[in-house]
Each structure stands twice: as structure tokens, then as C-alpha cells.
């Protein structure tokens, strides 16, 4: 139920070379070292996908930070300490994302365990999720590019079914912008030539959300998209998180497909 996926031996190589160099830089009072740190983010993601699961349940902002307190209670860390750690990392993204490798570690390692439990009850309840992004889950963007794009398409296999949500979502990380020039976008292609697409419409805390919810009717023979972002003068930017989250077909989201925008692509006589 976790929803993260990458190449361990990426994850591995890479963190040994970031944890190599911790000694070397010192940490000011009030910010939280990168074991520390990864250990609450961990927590923290776990909580994120707790709270998208069941959204019922978490449906209002004070539900929300309930789970958020709880968690920092947890750690013994208070909101102060983990905004103080959040900027004065973010000054410092080379160990940032040298968390963020150890993070994704963890979260998989959890998943196998998941996997495991899963192996021996082969129910798949509703509202049960996966990543479904087989490519990085971090990107450094080049200012040498006026216009970044990650495209990704997903051809229908055995694990699709009617009614699925896919929640396309990434963090901005050292973006300076006063409104991020950034954008995303996710399509569902029918065999009948019909296309659903989603673009996204804002930011939250430096986060881009879109959810799509395809036919409950039928299955999409594929599922695409794209990530853009232009760029300010001089400015490099960090995409971090980045996930393609799949649920099962859910009541309280399906209401969504109403602000769903659709093309339909006549069929050619040869097909």
C-alpha cells in the first residue's frame, strides 16, 4: 500500500556516496540530521498515503494535521523544527536528495514486507493503491532548456480494472517563481477512439496534484501524460516525489470525471 517503487542498486550506490560525506558539513541548531530527517519523512509519506486512501475519513484540513501532530509527537519533533529543517535543506539539495534516496530505501523495503503479507490473502480490497511510475521519482531540470518535458505511457495489462484512478503528483523543490511555471497533464485512450484527459490547475505548499478517473464501464487501452516546466533566468529547479498513484474505482472520487475534458478520435475505415 505504499507508494513508492526505484532501483535499489541506484538507491544504494547513491546513498553510499551521499552518507559518506554527513560528517563533513555541520548542521545548524534546530535542524534535524538525515537520519533523523528520513526517518520522519518516512513517516510522514506513510501518513500521506493514509490519508489519500481514506479520504472519507480525513476529509477535512483538521483531520489532516491530526495525523501530521501525531507524527511529529512521534519523532519528538515540533512543526518549528521540521520548517527550520525543510528550508536549511533546501539550501542544501545535494543532501536533501541524499535523504530522499534513503527515504525511497526504507518505503521499499516496507513495500516487500507488504508484498509478502499480500502473497498469502489475495484480496484486493477497494481503496488498496500502488505507484504505478516506472520512471525516476527525482529529476534535476537543466536552465539550458526553456522547456522541460517527462513524458510517461502505460500500455493495459492484467492488473487494470474498471473505474481506476491514477494520481499523477510531485514536489517543487528550490523553485523562486511567484507562480511555478510548472504543469501536468494525464490522458486515458478507449479502444473507441474516445480520449479523457486532466490537466492540473494548482499549487498546494509546492505541490501539483491531478487525479484522473477513467470509465467504470470499460478499461483504457493506455494511460499517458506529461510533466512541463519553463523556466525563470537562471533558475534550476528539483522535481522530487514524483508518483503515478493507481486506487481501485471509489465512490467518492468518481464525481470527479464531471470536470474530466474528453476528445473523441473518429475511427479510420482500415480499422
Known amino acids: 500500500m505504499l507508494c513508492f517503487k526505484k532501483s535499489i542498486a ?61 507524527i511529529l509527537m512521534k519523532h519528538g519533533v515540533t512543526q518549528a523544527e521540521l520548517d527550520t ?6 539550501n542544501h539539495i545535494e543532501d536533501y536528495l541524499a535523504i530522499y534516496e534513503d527515504v525511497i530505501s526504507r518505503l521499499e523495503e516496507e513495500q516487500k514486507l507488504m508484498k509478502g503479507i499480500r502473497a498469502q490473502s489475495p484480496v484486493f480490497a477497494e481503496g488498496d493503491s500502488i505507484d504505478v511510475w516506472q520512471l525516476s521519482h527525482t529529476y534535476k531540470l537543466s536552465e539550458s532548456e526553456e522547456l522541460q518535458n517527462i513524458t510517461f ?22 523553485n523562486r517563481q511567484s507562480i511555478a511555471n510548472a504543469k ?27 487525479r484522473l478517473v477513467t470509465d467504470s464501464t470499460m478499461q483504457p487501452s493506455s494511460v499517458y501524460g506529461a510533466i512541463t516546466y519553463g523556466y525563470a533566468p537562471n533558475e534550476n529547479i528539483y522535481l522530487d516525489s514524483v508518483s503515478l498513484v493507481r486506487t481501485r474505482n471509489r465512490k467518492e472520487t468518481y464525481f470527479e470525471r464531471n470536470g474530466q475534458r474528453t476528445i473523441v478520435f473518429p475511427k479510420s475505415k482500415a480499422e
Not at 492488473?159 to 528550490?174: A, E, S
Not at 492540473?200 to 505541490?207: L, V
Open 10 to 70: 541506484r538507491i544504494v550506490i547513491t546513498g553510499l556516496m551521499a552518507f559518506s560525506m554527513v560528517g563533513c558539513t555541520k548542521l545548524p541548531d534546530g535542524v534535524l540530521d538525515q537520519k533523523e530527517m528520513a526517518a520522519l519523512l518516512v513517516d510522514i509519506h506513510k501518513g500521506e498515503c493514509v490519508v489519500e486512501m481514506q479520504r472519507g475519513a480525513y476529509a477535512t484540513d483538521s483531520m489532516k494535521k491530526v495525523v501530521k501532530q501525531s
Open 85 to 90: 529543517s525543510f528550508v536549511w535543506y533546501g
Open 153 to 174: 505511457e502505460m500500455e493495459r495489462d492484467s492488473t487494470w480494472k474498471n473505474g481506476d484512478n491514477y494520481l499523477l503528483q510531485f514536489k517543487l523543490i528550490n
Open 184 to 210: 501536468a497533464i494525464i490522458c486515458a485512450e478507449y479502444e473507441n477512439g474516445r480520449v479523457e484527459f486532466r490537466p492540473s490547475s494548482a499549487i498546494n505548499n509546492d505541490w501539483i496534484k491531478v
